[in-house]
């Protein structure tokens, strides 16, 4: 069963009652194309100007629904008009119907409708000329050329109109998701270093708040309750000054100029001096770190605190080394910490540090590993090895 059309849209009912009346009005008070008598004129009824017309009408009804077949059931209906005395009307209607053809019709039709129309201008101009051999005869040319040609040029000026702001909608469209994305993603990796820069400042001063406030209550002991609570205050009070600190950064306050200093590589000395108050047995290594990139220093230097962070948290009792390399193109960052038959966590950890670590290095195109390994010294044993590898060249791959 084939599918019914689909209702005809208010404006074209409107322009087919319109015309449909319009030429019933012409019709009545006998204003025609052509005058009676006229030799062009085969059917001189009454009637027949009212045929064409009402084709013509009900064709108006699916200017946009059907298109194509409003066009050719009107040429026809014109070409019956052409034989009678003809009404304006209907010769008007054909125009619009013309002009639907190409504007609603497929893009096939939409291209091909303007040069079949130009084709019948020319003849129409070329060959009356070329039979009569009188002026007069170009006016056929010029009233096919209005009546075919001028609608479906005008129509497809306006289609291609519509195409570019369909388009460029659309790109606009295209661009405000695209932004939306960037802002996302934008507000994502802000999200995630913030993370980092929160879980690597506060962390160890916390890790060793933890640690030494459960010395405090395990032991009964004054000496050893005043020295862990003496090193509870002091990571307390810098754990607050990395926190206003941080704030700051979030709040943009211009007037401290404290908050956008970044930490380098000249103040491992006092990270490690801080581990080692904190009960590590830490040394370090390095030499040579000079005139180094900001973001290696600060990822390096992160790296290290969250490294012996985790050494006070998990580390079994021994020395843990911190050595720091820098090589032509590379800096190497190693910190080992013994791994050995290890006692519960001494602090909760939820694994956020390793990760902070690994993005760090991934952001500057170097490499992370961190686990288990035999230890470097004769000793033997296990250790808890933590390697990166930060290229000293922007986009340089490790």
């Given amino acids: 069963m084939a599918a019914a059309l689909p209702r005809p849209h208010r404006f074209d009912v409107s322009v087919a009652a319109g015309g449909l009346l319009g030429g019933l009005l012409l019709w009545g008070i006998g204003l025609g194309v052509r005058p009676a008598g006229d030799p062009i004129v085969l059917l001189d009824g009454g009637w027949a100007p009212l045929v064409p017309l009402a084709v013509v009408s009900g064709c108006a009804l699916l200017r946009r629904t059907a298109p194509r077949a409003a066009l050719l059931t009107g040429t026809a209906a014109v070409v019956l008009d052409v034989l009678t005395r003809g009404s304006l009307v209907t010769v008007v209607m054909y125009t619009d119907l013309m002009y639907a053809a190409v504007l609603y019709g497929p893009p096939a039709a939409?291209?091909?409708?303007?040069?079949?129309?130009?084709?019948?201008?020319?003849?129409?101009?070329?060959?009356?000329?070329?039979?009569?051999?009188?002026?007069?005869?170009?006016?056929?040319?010029?009233?096919?050329?209005?009546?075919?040609?001028?609608?479906?040029?005008?129509?497809?000026?306006?289609?291609?109109?519509?195409?570019?702001?369909?388009?460029?909608?659309?790109?606009?469209?295209?661009?405000?998701?695209?932004?939306?994305?960037?802002?996302?993603?934008?507000?994502?990796?802000?999200?995630?270093?913030?993370?980092?820069?929160?879980?690597?400042?506060?962390?160890?001063?916390?890790?060793?708040?933890?640690?030494?406030?459960?010395?405090?209550?395990?032991?009964?002991?004054?000496?050893?309750?005043?020295?862990?609570?003496?090193?509870?205050?002091e990571n307390s009070v810098e754990g607050l000054a990395e926190m206003r600190r941080l704030i700051g950064i979030l709040r943009d306050a211009g007037a401290d100029p404290g908050p956008a200093t970044a930490p380098t590589l000249d103040g491992l000395a006092d990270l490690v001096a801080g581990a080692r108050a904190n009960g590590l047995d830490v040394t370090l290594r390095a030499a040579h770190l000079d005139a180094l990139p900001?973001?290696?220093?600060?990822?390096?230097?992160?790296?290290?605190?969250?490294?012996?962070?985790?050494?006070?948290?998990?580390?079994?009792?021994?020395?843990?080394?911190?050595?720091?390399?820098?090589?032509?193109?590379?800096?190497?960052?190693?910190?080992?910490?013994?791994?050995?038959?290890?006692?519960?966590?001494?602090?909760?950890?939820?694994?956020?540090?390793?990760?902070?670590?690994?993005?760090?290095?991934?952001?500057?195109?170097?490499?992370?590993?961190?686990?288990?390994?035999?230890?470097?010294?004769?000793?033997?044993?296990?250790?808890?090895?933590?390697?990166?590898?930060?290229?000293?060249?922007?986009?340089?791959?490790?």
């Fill in 294 to 398: 900001t973001p290696v220093e600060l990822a390096a230097y992160r790296i290290v605190q969250e490294s012996l962070t985790n050494a006070l948290k998990h580390a079994a009792k021994g020395p843990v080394r911190v050595a720091l390399t820098r090589e032509e193109r590379l800096l190497r960052v190693a910190v080992t910490s013994p791994y050995g038959d290890r006692a519960a966590p001494r602090a909760p950890g939820s694994g956020a540090g390793l990760v902070g670590m690994r993005e760090r290095a991934a952001l500057l195109h170097g490499t992370f590993e961190a686990g288990p390994a035999a230890a470097p010294d004769a000793a033997g044993g296990e250790v808890w090895a933590v390697r990166a590898t930060l290229p000293l060249t922007e986009g340089d791959p490790a």
């Fill in 110 to 233: 939409a291209r091909r409708i303007p040069w079949i129309t130009g084709l019948l201008t020319v003849a129409a101009t070329v060959v009356p000329l070329a039979v009569w051999r009188v002026p007069e005869a170009l006016l056929v040319g010029v009233a096919v050329g209005i009546v075919s040609f001028g609608p479906a040029s005008t129509g497809l000026i306006v289609r291609n109109h519509r195409v570019a702001a369909d388009a460029a909608r659309l790109r606009a469209g295209q661009t405000a998701l695209l932004a939306e994305q960037d802002r996302v993603q934008a507000v994502t990796a802000e999200r995630s270093r913030m993370a980092r820069e929160l879980h690597d400042l506060v962390a160890g001063h916390l890790s060793a708040i933890a640690v030494h406030s459960t010395a405090a209550l395990s032991l009964d002991d004054p000496d050893t309750s005043r020295e862990a609570l003496t090193v509870i205050r």
